[in-house]
């Protein structure tokens, strides 16, 4: 990668219809709150309500599940629209991707609220509650991946700082979507939240689309994609040549996604571990996601602006190292059923475990790949793993558990080995930017 002559940014600016940071990490980020607000409020209620709405004839365990099953299934169809939409991206421009991949989230998170139950329709309810979620993790496939080569392709003098802001809104929209949970409820009955109360979360999801649309119509495409079409350098085939040339790469981006894929344990499963297995109240189920989500939103800038002083290396493996002995000590603190230390146990996993590697992986990322291959090489690092891993760990922790009956032990040791492959990739990832 070519470094940038004095007066790239002025350049940039013109080459972009004067876009400035600020409105691409704006148009950038709303896509991302409103990907992981509608999943995390999808897992949510996957957790604590779907297996009663839409799967009552089953067991409570199997419920959940089920429930879990079409969480993952969202997760099984990202590659199919990360390697559609990345396609596009790196041969029409990110820009009009971005817009297609929002509206298709932001509509189908909405039309899961106005479902309705197996009360009410029977089994067309858990296949239409299947259809909706295959349509969201379409549509999300792409977007979490375009908007790191957004927001890294206009802040390439601080691919540190400006690439951890999507991460940095990822836990301000589980921190939003928690909290939905929490205020929602608090102001009706039970039997009300699960009639109909818990729908307001995922309606909510129309406010976010009409202020993503609105935020990313108003941007320019990016300096990095524009100087490709002046130079006539969009690549024909980006998924093709990235898998011949880049193999090695690859495999690298996909180790560094591994760790990532625990922050679903953290904060997605620990709700049912919490509420099912250790028998806690919700809220203090929710409230520990809520506080975490906060610290560590603050936390991934932090790691960001340090990863742009000292490289991404050291900073990215300190929180490997960390993820590799937090486990056991996370599951004991859980133990104690005491409010604060479950916080506690939260949010320092979490912020010196997680965030360290999901902060600064935008800017490895950028580094890992040009730009004529960028979006298609994110989305292919990052997408197959969420499908295969992050979306079937819920599932596959529930199961453990109940299998061990109750032992945390399994799922522990599952966090151990993904911290393992991932410090693996980030000591073999080249130092030297891809061009």
């Known amino acids: 990668m070519k470094t940038d002559p004095p007066g790239a940014m002025s350049v940039a600016l013109d080459a ?5 940071i600020s409105s691409a990490i704006a148009a950038g980020t709303i896509g991302t709150f409103l990907e992981w607000y509608d999943f995390f409020i999808y897992g949510t209620a996957a957790a604590l309500i779907f297996g009663k709405l839409f799967f009552p004839t089953f067991s409570p365990l199997a419920g959940i599940l089920a429930s879990y099953a079409t969480y993952a299934l969202g997760f099984g169809v990202r590659p199919i629209g ?12 990110r820009r009009p991707v971005m817009i297609t991949t929002l509206l298709m989230m932001g509509l189908s998170t909405a039309l899961i609220g106005l479902l309705p139950t197996y009360n009410a329709i029977g089994i067309w309810a858990p296949i239409l509650l ?31 700082f400006f690439g951890a802001f999507p991460p940095m809104t990822a836990d301000l929209a589980i921190l939003v979507s928690s909290g939905v949970f929490v205020l929602v409820g608090s102001f009706m009955s039970s039997d009300q939240f699960m009639a109909w109360g818990w729908r307001i979360p995922f309606l909510l999801a129309v406010v976010g689309l009409g202020v993503g649309q609105y935020l990313r119509l108003r941007v320019g495409e990016t300096p990095d994609f524009q100087e490709l079409l002046e130079q006539e350098r969009p690549t024909r085939i980006p998924l093709q040549e990235v898998i011949q040339d880049q193999p090695k790469i690859v495999l690298i981006g996909m180790g560094v996604s591994l760790l990532i894929t625990a922050g679903y344990l953290y904060q997605v499963w620990s709700l049912t571990y919490l509420t099912v297995t250790l028998h806690m109240p919700r809220t203090i189920a929710l409230n520990s996601v809520i506080i975490s989500a906060a610290i560590g939103a603050c936390s991934s800038l932090i790691f960001g602006a340090l990863s742009d002083k000292l490289g ?36 320092v996993a979490l912020v010196f475990g997680q965030r360290p590697v999901y902060a600064v992986q935008p800017k490895l990322y ?35 558990v109940a299998i061990f009956a109750g032992s945390y032990v399994p799922v522990a040791i599952l966090m151990t080995i993904l911290a393992v492959l991932t410090t693996i990739a980030l000591i073999a990832a080249p130092s030297e930017p891809a061009v």
């Open 16 to 20: 972009s219809a004067g876009t400035s």
């Open 82 to 93: 990360a390697l559609i939409f990345s396609h596009l991206g790196d041969k029409i421009g």
């Open 130 to 160: 299947l259809v909706l979620r295959t349509l969201q993790g379409f549509g999300t496939g792409a977007e979490y991946s375009g908007a790191l080569t957004m927001v890294t392709e206009f802040g390439r003098k601080r691919t540190g």
């Open 312 to 347: 991404w290396r050291p900073v990215m493996l300190f929180g490997a190292i960390f993820s590799l002995v937090a486990p056991f000590p996370f599951f004991w603190l859980l133990g104690t059923r005491d409010p604060a230390t479950i916080y506690l146990a939260l949010t």
């Open 366 to 400: 950028h580094s890992l790949f040009p730009a004529r291959l960028r979006f298609t090489g994110i989305a292919l690092s990052r997408e197959i793993v969420q499908a295969l891993v992050a979306g079937t760990l819920p599932f596959i922790a529930t199961a453990l």
